[in-house]
């Protein structure tokens, strides 16, 4: 399985965009980019996912290099609720059921 | 629309000895997934269920075994409990259809400690 990077953690003030990268440069092509969270006493909860394009939704962006082998997920306005520990995961297209988790980045948001 | 819940939320045992825990599933999920997070870790993937049968497995041994139930609930059963299975159980539920796998919603775990 191809594997991804992150930082071990990340520093944001409050309301100002985070960036949060992923390195996996070891990525097929049909390998989607998801991106989870987890917050404290919590579950981990779906952020985002994309294959090739970047996307957006309510929670975040989803930037994604041309070569694929890394990507960026965006955080527009950090807020307290947003501190928590952010998963990059590569889910095969052709694969359904496991999530392979890393260790990902604890993001600290302070006020 | 009900969430996916666990229950017990935590749980001591001692070595040796043998636990259930139980998930029910997000209303309209056929799927439900198990997963193992220690301490300072990103979750670990013990085993998927879809209906009724498990279809996926991770490294995990054969004392850890599963259910899933006609409702879509599910139980997740560890035998000789060892103190390394001290960590947060982690259930999550999805709806697959023609083999597409949606989004997995997570409950918020339960903690066992093993003594």
């Known amino acids: 399985d191809a594997k991804t990077t992150q930082p071990n953690s990340m520093e944001s003030n409050e309301e100002e965009p985070v960036h949060l990268p992923c390195n996996h440069s070891t990525i097929s092509g049909t390998d989607y980019i998801h991106w989870y969270r987890q917050l404290p006493s919590q579950g981990p909860e779906y952020v985002i996912h994309?294959?090739?394009s970047n996307v957006n939704n309510r929670m975040a962006s989803l930037a994604i290099a041309e070569d694929r082998k890394s990507s960026t997920l965006i955080l527009h306005r950090a807020t307290l609720r947003d501190a928590a520990v952010y998963y990059c995961?590569?889910?095969?297209?052709?694969?359904?059921?496991?999530?392979?988790f890393g260790k990902g980045t604890s993001l600290l948001v302070t006020p | 629309e009900t969430g996916v819940t666990q229950s017990p939320t935590h749980l001591i045992k001692t070595r040796g000895q043998q636990v259930t825990l139980r998930c029910s599933s997000q209303s309209g999920h056929n799927t439900v997934s198990w997963y193992q997070q220690a301490l300072g870790q990103g979750p670990q993937f013990i085993f998927q269920y879809y209906r009724e049968e498990e279809n996926g497995r991770g490294n995990f041994p054969p004392r850890f075994s599963g259910l899933q139930f006609p409702n879509y609930s599910s139980e997740l059963n560890v035998n000789a409990l060892e103190l390394d299975d001290s960590a947060l159980y982690l259930c999550?539920?999805?709806?697959?259809?023609?083999?597409?796998?949606?989004?997995?919603?997570f409950g918020p775990g339960t903690r066992l400690l093993v003594l």
């Open positions: 999550a539920s999805s709806f697959s259809s023609s083999g597409r796998r949606e989004t997995q919603y």
């Open positions: 994309g294959l090739t």
């Open positions: 995961i590569l889910r095969p297209s052709n694969s359904g059921y496991a999530l392979n």
